[in-house]
């Protein structure tokens, strides 16, 4: 396992590595020029000049990353002053310190997405247990419909029907806002509730349908019918032979759906005006940020690596017929 979890996380190092690479080259293909929002409308070729110099952005970009990266495992020394590890820069736009915006913006949008994937697994799951026990009856078929229902719907438009309804109409919650749980844990639940109801229904019908016909395959298996000829309950057969034997996969898609959790956060963001990576994303692109770009884009990809080592060092302790060589 130890191998494993060492020959995994030097693969993500390189993944992140890569990807910050791609996106920090790409960056600089965009005929813009981010000088010019820290100059103002009365800038001179003087001032831009002087800005770019403090920036860094009047070195070769090749050096320019080394000096990036190396600041994320090093911190380095800028025009402001030394910038401590982990040091991701400085906002080109308001010349704050990318780092302390991240730890800032990042617990909105991990309540997100911790919140919106117990649901959709706890929901997820259990509907798809209970249709595949009743399989063939009307139970069976009504969450089937609700799981095609369900898949059909979009993010934006549940989310302004959900404030119509339960906020604007009923009156049974307040608009969705970001409450640290450790000054105020009933505010954290009620404020992120609808974000959490929102994001997960697509992903509910998701797994509710391969729970469903993952259990209908581990029935049919010959150890699972083994167990039944022994003499073993029915609740016994379903929880510790299919059950276990089903979750491999639905482990396997977690993991990928992780990363769409995050990219679902900033339509979420969005909708419900929360103020998270995701909506720190958007607008570090449409001003040209590119430290505050890169920081979002390293959370968001070092999340997702983590995530899934995980996942895979997971499945030996789900299903006891899988090794990790």
Not at 166 to 183: C, F, K, Q, R
């Amino acid at each position: 396992m130890l191998r494993f979890l060492a020959r995994r996380s030097a693969g993500a190092l390189v993944i992140i590595l890569l990807i910050s690479a791609i996106t920090f080259f790409l960056f600089f293909a965009l005929p813009s020029q981010p000088a010019l929002m820290s100059c103002g409308k009365n800038c001179t070729p003087d001032a831009l000049a002087v800005i770019n110099k403090n920036l860094g952005l009047d070195d070769p970009v090749p050096l320019q990353y080394w000096h990036y990266i190396t600041g994320v495992f090093a911190g380095r020394d800028l025009t402001v002053g030394h910038c401590p590890a982990p040091c991701l820069g400085y906002s080109f736009s308001n010349q704050q310190p990318v780092w302390d915006t991240i730890v800032d913006r990042f617990p909105t949008t991990l309540s997100i997405t911790l919140g919106a994937s117990v649901v959709f697994l706890v929901v997820g799951v259990g509907l798809g247990m209970i249709a595949a026990a009743f399989r063939g009856t009307w139970v069976d078929k009504l969450f089937t419909s609700l799981s095609l229902l369900g898949n059909s719907l979009q993010v934006y438009f549940v989310g302004v029907v959900a404030l119509a309804v339960l906020v604007s109409g009923l009156h049974w919650l307040d608009n969705p806002a970001y409450h640290p749980i450790t000054e105020d844990p009933v505010k954290w639940f009620t404020g992120m509730l609808i974000p959490w109801l929102v994001l997960s229904i697509i992903f509910i019908a998701n797994y509710s349908r391969m729970t469903r016909s993952q259990m209908i395959e581990q029935l049919a298996e010959d150890h699972v019918r083994t167990a039944r000829a022994k003499g073993l309950s029915r609740r016994t057969v379903f929880f510790r032979y299919a059950w276990r034997g089903a979750m491999t996969p639905i482990v396997t898609l977690f993991g990928i759906d992780l990363g769409s959790l995050f990219g679902g956060a900033i339509i979420t963001e969005t909708t419900f005006s929360l103020h998270g990576l995701g909506r720190l994303a958007v607008t570090s692109v449409s001003e040209t940020d590119l430290p505050t770009l890169m920081a979002v884009m390293l959370v968001g990809c070092t999340a997702i690596v983590v995530a899934n080592i995980v996942v895979d060092a997971a499945y030996a302790v789900i299903d006891p017929r899988v090794r990790l060589a």
